[in-house]
């Protein structure tokens, strides 16, 4: 019999993080593109991005048929954060038109499956977040240096388009989440598998 999920951040009741999630707004707009094998993962992180920005959307899909609609949203000029040879590195916005920020959310292959399945989405112009960035994410290998989580892409991306506010209280929830699974599995499982 599976466990009682809070109907908010689908965490199982006893795991709640809602009481962690902040409520933060933004200039710019979060668009979360999430591959639907992404729903039902334990560390839905996009999940937890898109309930604590007032200004975000997440839509779930792998061909979004409203694509044109969401990324041509009236008052914004959308940017796809996702590395690639064309990508500019993202810095602190000016005061023209806010930037909505186009996020594919799933693994490195499902978020290049989204834009190769959507070229309307690989068309946007790319921008990509410093070298350098460091996870927090201790439960997840990363496929190459600087991998981010979601949340953690968002957070770094928000905090330098829009400095010298801070978005860090979204991070709060995603800690509770690792820490929850590290508990869960146990330190010594934890270390042999996940520490090098």
């Not at 707009?29 to 997440?58: C, D, F, M, W």
């Not at 860090?168 to 989440?177: E, I």
């Not at 590290?182 to 010594?188: F, Y």
Request: glycine fraction near 4%; include cysteine.
């Amino acid at each position: 019999m599976s466990r009682p999920l809070c109907p908010r951040c689908s965490r199982p009741l006893s795991h709640c993080l809602c009481a962690l999630i902040p409520s933060l707004d933004s200039r710019t707009r979060v668009l979360i593109l999430q591959h639907p094998s992404e729903v039902k993962h334990a560390l839905n992180t996009a999940r937890l991005a898109a309930l604590g920005l007032s200004n975000a959307e997440l839509v779930v899909g792998e061909r979004f048929d409203e694509l044109e609609a969401l990324v041509n949203r009236p008052g914004y000029r959308s940017c796809l954060l996702f590395p690639g040879e064309d990508a500019t590195v993202l810095e602190a916005a000016s005061n023209d038109v806010p930037i909505q920020l186009v996020v594919p959310d799933g693994t490195w292959r499902k978020a290049s499956k989204l834009l190769h399945l959507n070229p309307l989405l690989a068309a946007l112009p790319r921008v990509t977040l410093p070298a350098g960035s460091a996870s927090r994410y201790r439960l997840r290998k990363a496929p190459m240096a600087g991998a981010l989580s979601t949340i953690e892409a968002i957070v770094q991306a928000l905090d330098i388009l829009e400095a010298p506010q801070t978005f860090s209280a979204l991070l709060k929830p995603f800690d509770a989440l690792i820490d929850g699974q590290i508990e869960a599995m146990g330190e010594e499982t934890f270390n042999r598998n996940h520490l090098s």
